[in-house]
C-alpha cells in the first residue's frame, strides 16, 4: 500500500502525526486514578494495571495509549486488556525514546469529558536475576526484582499506587522511593499524586523466590492428522533451570535428607494437563521410556506427574518427548470435503510455563488442498514441509508455525481449514491390497509355470514315478482289503459252513484280483523305462502277492476240509498275510 | 512334526511341503515372540554394554553414510587415542540393520534406526531357525529338520544372545554360521561350484558379521582333513573346498578389520594348509591310474612328505621372519583355561569367559543335551561325507563350550539339529504303523518286518534310554503299550522343553540390564532406571567434550547413552591403557589425581551398588583392577596390599589401609557412613557385602561429588582443577638472593649477561678488510 513512497517520506510523516498526537494527548487526556499490582512471587512477573482514563479535550477519544519501559518490554510475553471484563484489541507501535508503545482500541469511544476505566494485564519472563547468581545446595534462592516506581504512563496521572507481590519469601531489602512500605508479603509504593508522563524511578526488590524457575528453550509440537479418526500430538520439549546456579556438588544423601520440602532450590517434578481424550500417553526421551511418572485421569483432563530423571537445580537442563492420541471427532469437524481442525497451538506444559521457542507443525493428510490456517495471536508461519511416512507415495504436507516467548495465556486455539476428497481414504488400503495380490500372484505364477531354459528329465521321471507309487499304492490298498474280507469269509465260513456263500465271494475276489494285477502289470512295465530299481521292488512286490493268494487258497482249502476249529492255524495265517501286507507298504514307502 | 510329515510321507507332495512351510512360519513367529518378553516388560530398548555400540555405529553409518562409516575415526572413544571403528569392527550387523532400514526408507515405512536394532536378532532367529532346517535335511531328514528347527528357534542358549534389544553380532552370526554349513554340506554332497560359490558368500557374510568365523574356517578344513584321512576323498570335495577356500578367502579379506589376517595370522593356516593337501592329494589320485603301483607308492611317500616338510618349515620360518603371527593369547586360552588368568587377566575377568559349569549346559540346552549325544550316535553309525562333518562339528563345539560359558552359543545349533535327528528317528521307529498294530493285537512273529529295517540301516537306532528291540534283534518285542508309553514320555520331554525355555528366557534372558527391576513387598513392582538417570545427566549437563573415566565396561554404555568421551571401553585393544584407569582406581587420591591430570578427565563414573545390594558393582570388579593395574604396573600396585592381614578380599573393619585409601573405595562409599539402610543396621551398612565398611569418614580432596543417582548405584565425581598455592604473604614474598648482592649468577664466557649465539657483532672504527 505505501510501496509507492519513499521511506523517508513514510517517516517524516510518522514523526509529525506523533507529534500532533503527543501534544494532542498531553493536553485532553489524563488518568485520574492508576492502580498498578506487579506479582512478583513466581518466576514470572504478572503485571496489572487498573487506569481511570478522563478524556478532556474537545473530540471523543477511540483509542489509548499504553507504555512499558523498554527494559520491561525485552520481556514481554505477553500483553492484553479489558474493559468491564471484556477484551479489547491492544496493538503495538513504534517505540517511542524509552518506552515501548501499545495502544489499546476502545471499543466504545470516551466521549469528551467522560472517563473509563482499563485493565491492562502484560506478562514479563525472565526479568527476576537470580541473586546471588550462583548457591550451593543448602541455600535457597534469592532473586532481585528490578521496575519502576510509577507507571509507564503517556499521559500525566493524577493518583498512583503500585503493590509489589514477593511471595511467602523473606524479604531481604528494597529500593524506598517515599512513601514506600512492606505491608507483609507485599511493597507498597506510593500513593503518589501529579506524576507526570513518562515519569522513572528505579525501583528494586531483593527477595526470596523459591518457584521453580524452569523454562521450556524449546518446545516442537507435532500434530499428524489421520482420517482413520485419531490425532496424534507429540511434543519435544527441551527444560532448563534458570534459577540460581548449583554451585560445588551435588550430594545425594544431602538431597535426601532435605526436609525444606518446595524451599530446595531444585525441581522434582512438575504437572503436565493433557486433553481428556488423551490416551497411549508416552513419556520418553532420547535413551528411552523415563519410568517414573505417573498418571491421573480427572473428569475433564489427564494430569501426568512429569517427573525428569533428575531433579533439576539451577543450570542443569533436560529434555524428554510426551506423546499421545487423540479421537479426531472432537478437534476435527467436516462438511462434506471441508474439514476444519481445531487445536490448541501451544499445550500447557506446568502451571506458570515460559516457552522461548514453540514450534508447532501440522501433518494434514495426503493430497489436502486449499489450506486456510488462522491463529488466535500473530505467529510466523514457515514454508510448508513435505513428510512421507506409511504407504505414502507424494508425502504429506506439513503446516510449520513457529512463535517466541509464549506463557500461560498464549494456550489458545488455531483452526485450519482444508479440502480433502474421502475418496482418498481407500488409496492406502487399496495399495496394500494390490501389493499383496501381486506378491501372490507371482508365486503362483512362479510355482506353476516352468521356467527352465534346459528340460531337467530326471526330476520330470521322478514327478512320474512318484504318480505311478501313488497307483501302486491305491492298488494294493484295495489288495489289502480284499485279504481282509477273505478272511472275514474265512472265519464267517467257519461258523455257518456255507460253502455256497465263500464260493461266490472266492468268485468275486478273483475277478478284481484279476482287474488288479491286470493294472499293476501295466504300471510295472512303464516303471521299467522310467525307474527300473523300482520295477524290481515291484516285480518283488506281485511275488509277495501271488505267494499270499496262493497260501491263501491252499488255507482255504485245508478249512474248508478239516471241520475242526484250528485257531493255532488260523492265527499264523492271519499273521503271515498281515506281515507281507506291511512289507508291501514297507517296499512303497521305500521306493 | 516329523511324525507327521512321517505320516504323510507317500501323500502328495503339496500337502507334505505346505505342512513343511506351516511348520517353518510357525518357528518363525514362535521364536520371534519368545523374544519379546523384554519388550513387554521393560520397553524397546537396547540391552547390556555390546549392543550400545552397535547401536551407536549403525547410527553412525545411518546418519553418515558407509563409506564415512568405514573411515570413521571416534574421537570420543579411548581418549586421548582415539579408536578407528570402520576398521575394528565387523560391519556386517550394521550393514544388515542400515539396509533395512534403507529399504524401509525408501518405501516410505517410517522405523525407527533403534526399533530395527531391537527386533533386528528375533527376525533373524527365524532364518536361523529355517537355515538350521535345511542344513538337517540334507544330513538327515526333513522330519529330523523340523525337529531341529523348532528346537533352534526357542533354545535357551540361543535366545539368551538374541532376545529383542540384545544387538550384538551373534544375533546374525549364527544364522550365518548355519547357513554357510548348510551350504557347505549341499556342496560336499552335489560337488557343485554353483553351491560352493554361494557357501564362499555365506562365508563373508559371516565373516562380516562375527569373529566366530574363525570357527567355520578351521573347522571346513578339518571335516576335508578327516575324509582324507578315512579314504572319503572325492572330486566333489575337491570342487568344494578348492572353490570355496579360494573365493571365501579372497572375499573375507574385503573386510577392513580382517584385512590380511587369512594370510597372515596361523589361525588361519590350517585352512590353506588343506587347501595345498587337497591339491596333493587330487594329483595324486590322478597319477595313480597312470602309474604303476610301485612308482606309486615311491611318489606318494616321497611327495607327501617333502611336501608337508616343506609346508612345516615354510611356516615356521614365516612366523619367525614375522610374517605370519603366531597363535593369539586368545588362542592359547582356549586349549589351557588357566592360561587367560595368569597372562591376559583382562580376558579373564569377562564372566562370559569362564569355564563353563555342568548346570549351565542343562539350563541353556535342557533335554536336548541329553538327547543329541543319541542322535551323534546315529550319524555315527550311519556315516556319509556329510554326516562327518556334523560329528566333528558336534565334538569340537562341546569341546569349546566347555571351556567358555560364551561359546555355549556354537553349541548349540549342532545339539539342535543332533537332537532333532534323535527325536525324529525315536518318534519314527516308536509311532509309525501304530494302527497296524493295534489291529494287531498278538503281535509276535515280525521277523522280515525287522529284517527289512536292518536293510534299511534302521538297526540299532533306538534310544538307549528305551531300548528293548537291541537285546533280541530277531524279534520285536515293542507292544502298542511301550509304543504309546514311549511316545508319551517323550512327548512329555518336548513339552517340558518348551516350558523351560520359556522359562529361562522370560527369567534369565530377558533383562535389559540397563534398568533393573525389583519388587516390593505387597508386590508392586519397582523399576531402578539409575544408569539412564546418570548417562542422563552426564548427556545434558556436562561440556560436550567432558572426559568420563569409569571401568571399561561402561564405555560403550557412556558413548551411547550419555554421548561423551570415554577413556576406554569394551573394545578392550589397549591393555596398557585400560591398566592406566585401574591404576587410578587403585591408588590413592593424590597418585590418581596426578594420572587423571595427565588424561585430562573431568568426571570420574563408579558404579556402587551397597544400598541396594547390587552386586555387580565396581567394589566386586576392583580385584579385577587391581590385578590388571598391577600386570603393567607392578612396582606402584601390588594386590596383596588390598588384601586383609588373612588374605581375604574386604572393604570391612580389616580391611587394609591400602584399600580404605584407594580411589574406588573413597568414591565408592564417600558419606556412605552416614547412611542407614535398615532401622536395625548401623551406619555404613553394605548390603551387597552384607558388613559394615572399615571406614566412615572419607573426605575428597581432588574430586567432588556432581552426581549420585537415586539409589546410588551410579555416582559421578567432578575432578577439580587444580587449586591455588597457598597464599604468600607480601613480606614473605621477596627473594633473597643467596650470596652478596649478585643479582644473576650466570655469567657468559665473555663476560657478558648473556648472548646469542651467531649474532652479528657490530665492530666500530674498522673497515673490513677486503681481499
Known amino acids: ?591 | 512334526m516329523s511324525s507327521k510329515s512321517g505320516l504323510l510321507r507317500g501323500n502328495s507332495l503339496g500337502l507334505t511341503s505346505l505342512l513343511t512351510f506351516v511348520i517353518l512360519a510357525l518357528a518363525w513367529f514362535v521364536g520371534f515372540a519368545s523374544r519379546l518378553f523384554a519388550i513387554v516388560r521393560f520397553e524397546s530398548i537396547i540391552h547390556e554394554f555390546d549392543p550400545w555400540f552397535n547401536y551407536r555405529a549403525t547410527a553412525h553409518m545411518v546418519e553418515h553414510g558407509f563409506y564415512n562409516f568405514l573411515n570413521w575415526f571416534d574421537e570420543r572413544a579411548w581418549y586421548p587415542l582415539g579408536r578407528i571403528v570402520g576398521g575394528t569392527v565387523y560391519p556386517g550387523l550394521m550393514v544388515t540393520s542400515g539396509l533395512i532400514h534403507h529399504v524401509l526408507d525408501v518405501l516410505n515405512f517410517p522405523v525407527h534406526i533403534r526399533d530395527i536394532c531391537v527386533f533386528l536378532a528375533p527376525t533373524f532367529s527365524g532364518l536361523t531357525a529355517i537355515a538350521t532346517y535345511f542344513l538337517t535335511k540334507e544330513l538327515w531328514s526333513a522330519g529330523a529338520g523340523l525337529f531341529a528347527t523348532a528346537f533352534i528357534a526357542i533354545s535357551p542358549g540361543y535366545t539368551s544372545r538374541s532376545v529383542a534389544g540384545s544387538y550384538d553380532n551373534e544375533g546374525i552370526a549364527i544364522f550365518a554360521l548355519q547357513a554357510t554349513y548348510f551350504l557347505w554340506v549341499k556342496s560336499v554332497k552335489t560337488g557343485s561350484v554353483m553351491w560352493a560359490a554361494l557357501c564362499g558368500l555365506m562365508y563373508f557374510y559371516m565373516v562380516s558379521a562375527w569373529g566366530g568365523y574363525v570357527f567355520i574356517i578351521n573347522l571346513i578344513p578339518l571335516h576335508v582333513l578327516v575324509l582324507i584321512c578315512i579314504g572319503r576323498f572325492s572330486s566333489r570335495v575337491y570342487t568344494a573346498y578348492s572353490s570355496f577356500y579360494v573365493l571365501g578367502t579372497i572375499l573375507s579379506m574385503q573386510i577392513p578389520f580382517v584385512g590380511f589376517q587369512p594370510v597372515r595370522t596361523s589361525e588361519h593356516m590350517p585352512a590353506l594348509g588343506v587347501f595345498g593337501l587337497v591339491q596333493i592329494v587330487a594329483a595324486m589320485q590322478y597319477t595313480r591310474t597312470r602309474v604303476t603301483r610301485a612308482q606309486f607308492l615311491t611318489l606318494f611317500i616321497g611327495g607327501l612328505s617333502v611336501a608337508l616338510g616343506v609346508g612345516l618349515v615354510g611356516y615356521l620360518s614365516l612366523v619367525w621372519g614375522g610374517y605370519v603371527a603366531p597363535f593369539s593369547g586368545r588362542f592359547y586360552s582356549l586349549w589351557d583355561t588357566g592360561y587367560a588368568k595368569i597372562h591376559i587377566p583382562i580376558i579373564a575377568s569377562v564372566s562370559e569367559h569362564q569355564p563353563t559349569t555342568w548346570v549351565s549346559f542343562f539350563f541353556d540346552l535342557h533335554i536336548t543335551a541329553a538327547v543329541f549325544p543319541a542322535g551323534l550316535w546315529y550319524c555315527v553309525k550311519n556315516v556319509n561325507d556329510e554326516r562327518v562333518f556334523i560329528i566333528l562339528y558336534a565334538v569340537s563345539a562341546v569341546y569349546f563350550a566347555g571351556v567358555m560359558v560364551r561359546l555355549m552359543l556354537t553349541l548349540t545349533p549342532v545339539v539342535c539339529v543332533l537332537a532333532g535327528i534323535a527325536f525324529s528317528l525315536t518318534f519314527e521307529k516308536f509311532l509309525k504303523n501304530d494302527d497296524h498294530f493295534r489291529s494287531n493285537s498278538s503281535g509276535s512273529d515280525n521277523k522280515q518286518y525287522d529284517k527289512l529295517k536292518k536293510q534299511k540301516g534302521y538297526e540299532g537306532s533306538e534310544e538307549p534310554g528305551t531300548s528293548t528291540d537291541g537285546a533280541s534283534p530277531s524279534e520285536d518285542p515293542i507292544g502298542p503299550n511301550v509304543r504309546s508309553i514311549v511316545s508319551f514320555v517323550m512327548s512329555i520331554l518336548l513339552l517340558m522343553f518348551v516350558v523351560h525355555a520359556t522359562y529361562v528366557t522370560s527369567n534369565a534372558y530377558s533383562h535389559p540390564s540397563v534398568v533393573l527391576q525389583s519388587s516390593t513387598s505387597n508386590g508392586g513392582r519397582v523399576m531402578m532406571d539409575d544408569f539412564r538417570e546418570a548417562y542422563h545427566w552426564l548427556r545434558e549437563n556436562t561440556a560436550d567434550d567432558a572426559r568420563i573415566m569409569s571401568w571399561w565396561d561402561y564405555g560403550y554404555q557412556i558413548a551411547g547413552m550419555a554421548n561423551r568421551t570415554t577413556l576406554v571401553d569394551n573394545n578392550t585393544w589397549n591393555n596398557s591403557h585400560i591398566a592406566l584407569v585401574g591404576k587410578a582406581m587403585s591408588s590413592n587420591e593424590s597418585a590418581a589425581y596426578e594420572i587423571m591430570r595427565e588424561l585430562d578427565v573431568d568426571y570420574v563414573l563408579v558404579i556402587f551398588g551397597g544400598v541396594i545390594g547390587y552386586s555387580g558393582d565396581d567394589i566386586n570388579k576392583f580385584l579385577w583392577m587391581v590385578r590388571i593395574a598391577e600386570g603393567e604396573h607392578p612396582k606402584e600396585i601390588r594386590e596383596a596390599n588390598y588384601f586383609t592381614e588373612s588374605g581375604e578380599y574386604s572393604v570391612g573393619a580389616q580391611a587394609s589401609q591400602t584399600m580404605l585409601n584407594c580411589l574406588m573405595y573413597k568414591m565408592s562409599y564417600y558419606r556412605f557412613g552416614e547412611t542407614r539402610v535398615g532401622y536395625n543396621q548401623a551406619a555404613g551398612f553394605d548390603r551387597t557385602r552384607n558388613y559394615v565398611i572399615g571406614k566412615k569418614d572419607i573426605t575428597l580432596e581432588h574430586v567432588e561429588e556432581a552426581y549420585t543417582t537415586e539409589n546410588w548405584l551410579v555416582r559421578i565425581y567432578r575432578v577439580k582443577k587444580p587449586a591455588n598455592r597457598n597464599g604468600v604473604k607480601y613480606t614473605e614474598r621477596k627473594i633473597r638472593p643467596a650470596g652478596g648482592h649478585k643479582t644473576s649468577s650466570v655469567v657468559g664466557r665473555n663476560g657478558r649477561k648473556g648472548s646469542l649465539k651467531n649474532k652479528a657483532v657490530v665492530v666500530k672504527g674498522k673497515r673490513p678488510v677486503t681481499a
Not at chain 1, 500500500?1 to 506523533?18: A, D, E, Q, S, W
Not at chain 1, 501499545?102 to 469511544?109: A, N, S, T
Not at chain 1, 527352465?452 to 520330470?460: H, Q
Open chain 1, 1 to 591: 500500500m505505501c510501496k509507492n513512497i519513499p521511506r523517508y517520506r513514510m517517516k517524516v510523516l510518522i514523526f509529525t502525526l506523533g507529534l500532533l498526537a503527543a501534544l494532542a494527548l498531553s493536553q485532553d487526556v489524563k488518568i485520574t486514578d492508576a492502580e498498578r499490582t506487579v506479582d512478583i512471587s513466581s518466576q514470572l512477573a504478572k503485571v496489572n494495571v487498573a487506569l481511570t482514563v478522563q478524556n478532556n479535550g474537545k473530540s471523543a477519544l477511540s483509542d489509548v495509549l499504553f507504555y512499558i519501559t523498554t527494559d520491561e518490554a525485552a520481556h514481554l510475553a505477553h500483553i492484553a486488556a479489558t474493559i468491564k471484563k471484556k477484551d479489547v484489541k491492544v496493538q503495538p507501535q513504534s517505540a517511542v525514546q524509552g518506552f515501548a508503545v501499545y495502544k489499546v482500541v476502545l471499543p466504545k469511544k470516551i466521549e469528551a469529558g467522560a472517563s473509563e476505566t482499563i485493565n491492562v494485564e502484560y506478562v514479563l519472563v525472565q526479568s527476576l536475576v537470580p541473586f546471588p547468581e550462583q548457591i550451593t545446595q543448602e541455600e535457597t534462592q534469592h532473586v532481585v526484582y528490578t521496575g519502576n516506581a510509577h507507571i509507564s504512563s503517556a499521559y500525566p496521572v493524577e493518583k498512583e499506587k503500585t503493590t509489589v507481590i514477593f511471595g511467602s519469601g523473606k524479604l531481604q531489602s528494597f529500593a524506598t522511593v517515599a512513601p514506600s512500605k512492606q505491608l507483609g508479603e507485599k511493597v507498597v509504593y506510593g500513593p503518589y499524586s501529579n506524576t507526570a508522563a513518562k515519569a522513572i524511578s528505579e525501583i528494586r526488590v531483593h527477595y526470596e523466590n523459591v518457584s521453580p524457575f524452569i523454562v521450556a528453550t524449546t518446545v516442537e509440537r507435532l500434530i499428524e492428522i489421520s482420517h482413520w479418526g485419531n490425532i496424534a500430538v507429540e511434543e519435544k520439549i527441551q527444560i532448563v533451570h534458570k534459577g540460581a546456579k548449583l554451585t560445588g556438588s551435588f550430594s545425594r544423601l544431602d538431597y535426601q535428607i532435605d526436609r525444606r520440602g518446595k524451599k530446595q532450590p531444585c525441581v522434582k517434578e512438575f504437572k503436565t494437563i493433557l486433553p481428556a481424550a488423551a490416551r497411549d500417553i508416552y513419556y520418553r526421551d532420547v535413551i528411552g521410556n523415563i519410568s517414573s511418572s505417573s498418571l491421573k485421569v480427572r473428569a475433564e483432563s489427564v494430569e501426568v506427574d512429569v517427573k525428569p530423571r533428575f531433579p533439576l537445580f539451577g543450570g542443569w537442563k533436560t529434555n524428554y518427548i510426551m506423546g499421545y492420541n487423540l479421537p479426531s471427532y472432537e478437534y476435527l469437524f467436516a462438511d462434506g470435503d471441508k474439514f476444519v481442525l481445531k487445536m490448541r497451538l501451544l499445550d500447557h506444559i506446568y502451571d506458570g510455563m515460559v516457552v522461548e521457542k514453540l514450534t508447532t507443525k501440522i501433518v494434514l493428510p495426503e493430497k489436502a488442498s486449499n489450506v486456510k490456517l488462522s491463529t488466535p495471536y500473530t505467529v510466523n508461519r514457515r514454508p510448508d514441509e513435505k513428510l512421507a511416512t506409511y504407504l505414502d507415495t507424494e508425502g504429506r504436507k506439513v503446516i510449520v508455525i513457529e512463535k517466541n516467548s509464549l506463557v500461560d495465556a498464549h494456550i489458545q486455539p488455531f483452526t485450519l481449514e482444508y479440502q480433502w476428497s474421502r475418496l482418498y481414504i481407500w488409496r492406502e488400503p487399496l495399495m496394500a491390497t494390490g501389493f499383496f495380490l501381486c506378491l501372490f500372484l507371482a508365486v503362483i505364477v512362479y510355482v506353476r509355470f516352468d521356467f527352465e531354459i534346459t528340460k531337467d528329465s530326471a526330476s520330470e521321471a521322478l514327478l512320474g514315478v512318484q504318480a505311478k507309487v501313488e497307483e501302486v499304492e491305491k492298488i494294493v490298498n484295495e489288495r489289502i482289503a480284499i485279504h481282509k474280507r477273505l478272511i472275514e469269509a474265512v472265519s464267517t465260513f467257519k461258523g455257518d459252513k456255507e460253502e455256497e456263500t465263500l464260493k461266490n465271494t472266492r468268485a468275486k475276489i478273483e475277478t478284481e484280483r484279476a482287474e488288479l494285477k491286470k493294472k499293476m502289470s501295466g504300471i510295472v512295465g512303464q516303471m521299467k523305462t522310467l525307474l527300473p530299481a523300482a520295477s524290481e521292488k515291484l516285480n518283488e512286490m506281485e511275488q509277495l502277492e501271488s505267494g499270499i493268494v496262493n497260501s491263501e487258497s491252499a488255507y482255504i482249502e485245508k478249512t474248508s476240509k478239516s471241520t475242526t476249529k484250528n485257531s493255532s492255524e488260523d492265527r499264523q495265517w492271519t499273521v503271515r498275510v498281515n506281515g507281507d501286507t506291511n512289507k508291501m507298504k514297507d517296499i512303497i514307502n521305500s521306493i
